[in-house]
């Protein structure tokens, strides 16, 4: 089976400077890959690459199997739907104002919304459970309630890929568990998730693949526990940690005692 | 169109658009100055709303007007170097203003579209402010080296309405034809970059084309308005805030449309009574919509949450 996303040795330049060197990410229908790595590895630069919204200097990367630089507009939007960390938010907006831009990738120019565009709204605003405050505007939500409409906003443009960077960076914990179970409940209704993420444990708990960046290159990938082992921490974290078999993650902040047991 | 130095009654003023009056200086009034000022009235203002709501939408700025890309300092240069340095040639007033407007934007999109940083609005806004910076200093020059002409100049860069006919409106109108058509059609892709460009690109949009476009849009609509009635551009600062705070809504379906209208409505009440107050004296439209529009924007935001 072709695989919804194929990247291979992606490079990407800012000015003469190369930030990524070579970056290589598959996803498969139905997979949810997490992409983790150190502050400044590249794992944002990788996702947004990815996506079309940061040109590739190299490398290759193909959506259902179509080179990227072949799509252009509203059937690449068709194809993913890339989630930001933080978004402005505009005044007077309502959520379901919000989330009713999603399907325009659907909507021709100077055409009206039909009703599958405003059944498929609905059923975005459900799923994230921001359905109840669907009239509120976007001005007067909290940060776990935003960062759902944000997913509501991707979910709308029903793609079969949703790329979230780093969702959950600035949610307080009950927040971030929220997302979390949105994000597998997705994946295992049969979309496609690639999460940008810095929590390794909340990657360990919820990824099938786990791609490890480090210094502008994917290091590792493969199933959590395989990927995520105390010497890998050590290696690319600078850092005594380790996960343990339920999924918690210990780590030796002041070197005192070892983390590994 | 009634009110005015010469009282004109409603009846002759149907009567002369219709075609159906008698020859005679009321017909005259009407169909050679007050409606030409009508009509350019309501485009000005039409024209400098939209250019507003365009350029505070692309650049996500609130403070974003007309001269912020460039085009209020280029059109100042350009009528400035009608009037004081080629006065024989007063009749090009509209057409210096326009391309000098037009060509200060070109400039300040240039820069602002270019380098690693490409369409940032940092760097749109900060060009738009060196090249405005540039031609104000040209047009000081300017007013220094004929300060015996500077009389002349004073009326327009007040900014207001003339009864000069249909002249000038001849030569703005498909620029503000233009410039009309691509608002109508940027409204939905603004609303879409108003969420972030990084979910304008997840939806297909191309930020940096949106943006471009808006902001060709704005010098278009803003020139123009300029070559009409001279420097109003406080009123494409102020009339998407008015709209905004009065709609409660910063949808640019909303905005842009309401904008036009509420532009048109209020320089056109404002020119009246710029006619009206001290008839048979004109008061400059520019300071007096000022006076006007800023104690109402003050209630506005005050009243706003």
């Given at each position: 089976?072709?695989?919804?996303?194929?990247?291979?040795?992606?490079?990407?330049?800012?000015?003469?400077?190369?930030?990524?060197?070579?970056?290589?990410?598959?996803?498969?229908?139905?997979?949810?890959?997490a992409?983790v790595?150190?502050?400044?590895?590249?794992?944002?630069?990788?996702?947004?690459?990815?996506?079309?919204?940061?040109?590739?200097?190299?490398?290759?990367?193909?959506?259902?199997?179509?080179?990227?630089?072949?799509?252009?507009?509203?059937?690449?939007?068709?194809?993913?739907?890339?989630?930001?960390?933080?978004?402005?938010?505009?005044?007077?907006?309502?959520?379901?104002?919000?989330?009713?831009?999603?399907?325009?990738?659907?909507?021709?120019?100077?055409?009206?919304?039909?009703?599958?565009?405003?059944?498929?709204?609905?059923?975005?605003?459900?799923?994230?459970?921001?359905?109840?405050?669907?009239?509120?505007?976007?001005?007067?939500?909290?940060?776990?309630?935003?960062?759902?409409?944000?997913?509501?906003?991707?979910?709308?443009?029903?793609?079969?890929?949703?790329?979230?960077?780093?969702?959950?960076?600035?949610?307080?914990?009950?927040?971030?568990?929220?997302?979390?179970?949105?994000?597998?409940?997705?994946?295992?209704?049969?979309?496609?998730?690639?999460?940008?993420v810095?929590d390794l444990a909340l990657a360990a708990a919820v990824a099938d693949t786990v791609?490890?960046?480090?210094?502008?290159?994917?290091?590792?990938?493969?199933p959590p526990r395989e990927v995520l082992t105390?010497?890998?921490l050590?290696?690319?974290?600078?850092?005594?940690?380790a996960l343990d078999e339920r999924g918690a993650l210990?780590?030796?902040?002041?070197?005192?005692?070892?983390?590994?047991? | 169109?009634?009110?005015?130095?010469?009282?004109?009654?409603?009846?002759?003023?149907?009567?002369?658009?219709?075609?159906?009056?008698?020859?005679?200086?009321?017909?005259?009034?009407?169909?050679?100055?007050?409606?030409?000022?009508?009509?350019?009235?309501?485009?000005?203002?039409?024209?400098?709303?939209?250019?507003?709501?365009?350029?505070?939408?692309?650049?996500?700025?609130?403070?974003?007007?007309?001269?912020?890309?460039?085009?209020?300092?280029?059109?100042?240069?350009?009528?400035?170097?009608?009037?004081?340095?080629?006065?024989?040639?007063?009749?090009?007033?509209?057409?210096?203003?326009?391309?000098?407007?037009?060509?200060?934007?070109?400039?300040?999109?240039?820069?602002?579209?270019?380098?690693?940083?490409?369409?940032?609005?940092?760097?749109?806004?900060?060009?738009?402010?060196?090249?405005?910076?540039?031609?104000?200093?040209?047009?000081?020059?300017?007013?220094?080296?004929?300060?015996?002409?500077?009389?002349?100049?004073?009326?327009?860069?007040?900014?207001?309405?003339?009864?000069?006919?249909?002249?000038?409106?001849?030569?703005?109108?498909?620029?503000?034809?233009?410039?009309?058509?691509?608002?109508?059609?940027?409204?939905?892709?603004?609303?879409?970059?108003?969420?972030?460009?990084?979910?304008?690109?997840?939806?297909?949009?191309?930020?940096?084309?949106?943006?471009?476009?808006?902001?060709?849009?704005?010098?278009?609509?803003?020139?123009?308005?300029?070559?009409?009635?001279?420097?109003?551009?406080?009123?494409?600062?102020?009339?998407?805030?008015?709209?905004?705070?009065?709609?409660?809504?910063?949808?640019?379906?909303?905005?842009?449309?309401?904008?036009?209208?509420?532009?048109?409505?209020?320089?056109?009440?404002?020119?009246?009574?710029?006619?009206?107050?001290?008839?048979?004296?004109?008061?400059?439209?520019?300071?007096?919509?000022?006076?006007?529009?800023?104690?109402?924007?003050?209630?506005?935001?005050?009243?706003?949450?």
């Amino acid at each position: 089976m072709t695989p919804l996303l194929e990247a291979r040795d992606v490079r990407v330049q800012v000015g003469d400077v190369e930030i990524l060197h070579g970056a290589d990410l598959t996803v498969h229908q139905g997979e949810l890959v997490a992409i983790v790595g150190p502050n400044g590895a590249g794992k944002s630069t990788l996702s947004r690459a990815v996506s079309g919204l940061q040109r590739p200097s190299g490398g290759e990367v193909r959506w259902s199997g179509t080179p990227l630089s072949e799509l252009r507009g509203r059937k690449l939007a068709r194809l993913r739907a890339f989630v930001p960390q933080r978004a402005p938010v505009p005044a007077g907006v309502t959520v379901r104002d919000a989330v009713a831009l999603g399907r325009s990738p659907h909507i021709k120019p100077l055409q009206r919304a039909t009703r599958g565009d405003h059944d498929a709204v609905e059923r975005a605003l459900e799923r994230t459970g921001v359905r109840e405050f669907a009239d509120r505007r976007l001005t007067t939500l909290s940060g776990g309630e935003l960062q759902r409409v944000q997913i509501a906003v991707g979910l709308a443009q029903e793609a079969p890929v949703l790329i979230a960077d780093e969702p959950t960076s600035h949610l307080d914990l009950g927040a971030t568990a929220t997302v979390a179970k949105l994000l597998r409940g997705l994946v295992d209704d049969g979309l496609s998730v690639i999460l940008v993420v810095h929590d390794l444990a909340l990657a360990a708990a919820v990824a099938d693949t786990v791609v490890v960046m480090a210094d502008g290159r994917s290091a590792a990938t493969g199933p959590p526990r395989e990927v995520l082992t105390p010497d890998r921490l050590s290696e690319v974290w600078r850092v005594d940690a380790a996960l343990d078999e339920r999924g918690a993650l210990h780590v030796n902040w002041l070197d005192r005692g070892p983390a590994r047991r | 169109m009634a009110l005015g130095a010469v009282h004109v009654p409603l009846a002759d003023i149907w009567g002369s658009l219709t075609g159906t009056a008698e020859e005679g200086p009321l017909r005259q009034i009407i169909v050679e100055l007050r409606l030409p000022r009508t009509v350019s009235a309501i485009l000005v203002g039409a024209s400098l709303g939209v250019a507003g709501a365009l350029l505070q939408g692309a650049l996500g700025n609130p403070l974003a007007s007309p001269d912020v890309i460039g085009v209020t300092g280029g059109a100042g240069f350009g009528a400035m170097l009608t009037l004081l340095v080629w006065p024989s040639a007063i009749a090009l007033l509209p057409v210096g203003a326009l391309a000098f407007g037009l060509v200060a934007a070109a400039i300040v999109f240039s820069i602002g579209w270019s380098g690693p940083h490409a369409g940032s609005i940092g760097r749109v806004i900060l060009a738009g402010i060196a090249i405005s910076a540039l031609f104000g200093a040209a047009t000081t020059s300017l007013m220094v080296a004929y300060s015996d002409r500077v009389q002349s100049a004073i009326f327009w860069l007040a900014g207001g309405l003339t009864s000069e006919g249909w002249s000038s409106l001849k030569v703005v109108w498909p620029y503000m034809l233009v410039g009309m058509v691509l608002a109508l059609g940027l409204m939905r892709p603004l609303d879409r970059l108003a969420l972030g460009d990084d979910v304008a690109a997840s939806l297909g949009g191309r930020p940096r084309a949106i943006r471009l476009t808006a902001a060709i849009a704005a010098a278009l609509l803003a020139s123009s308005a300029a070559a009409l009635a001279g420097l109003l551009g406080f009123l494409g600062l102020v009339i998407p805030h008015l709209v905004r705070l009065a709609g409660g809504t910063s949808s640019h379906r909303f905005v842009v449309p309401a904008s036009a209208v509420a532009g048109a409505a209020l320089l056109l009440a404002g020119d009246t009574l710029a006619r009206v107050i001290l008839a048979p004296v004109e008061l400059p439209v520019g300071p007096l919509m000022v006076v006007l529009g800023v104690p109402l924007f003050l209630w506005l935001l005050r009243e706003a949450v």
